[in-house]
């Protein structure tokens, strides 16, 4: 449902994102913010009777609901944050809408953006598994 409003709205294509992006833009459009408004407004309620209710026990494809835990601003968050907005603005694609793109309308640009958005989630991973584990790393070495 939400690929269909996201095609439908235009949000695949990176000119009608940056049209959201550019506030001083005299042609500023605010579609964005409506199809998330939209999103949330039938998501929440959707989740807060998932979790609330335990309508289901457990999700279909996972053994348990993993919600998030972490509640601190650290530098991984920031830095994620800052890759992922330089990312959009620069590109003009965010990732969801851009899986969604490569799949309904492919272009040279979208599967550029997600050849990258792949191999960084690939980099990130790798990165991490390094910094978490230093010394086995060193002692395959």
């Given amino acids: 449902m939400f690929a269909f409003a996201l095609v439908y709205t235009g949000m695949v294509r990176p000119t009608k994102v940056i049209g959201f992006l550019s506030v001083t833009h005299p042609a500023w459009d605010l579609t964005l913010l409506f199809v998330m408004a939209g999103a949330l407004l039938m998501a929440l309620p959707g989740f807060q009777l998932l979790l609330r209710r335990k309508i289901i026990s457990k999700p279909y494809c996972a053994q348990d609901f993993e ?3 972490a509640n601190k601003i650290d530098l991984q968050l920031v830095t994620g944050a ?19 793109a490569a799949a309904a309308m492919p272009s040279s640009q979208v599967l550029a953006f997600v050849a990258a958005m792949l191999a960084g989630m690939m980099l990130q991973g790798m990165l991490a598994g390094l910094l978490a584990n230093p010394k086995a790393e060193s002692a395959a070495a």
Wanted: charged letters at 0%; hydrophobic letters at 55%; aromatic letters at 10%.
């Fill in 82 to 100: 800052v890759l992922f907005g330089a990312g959009w603005g620069l590109s003009g694609i965010c990732p969801g809408p851009a899986v969604v």
């Fill in 67 to 69: 919600l998030p835990i």
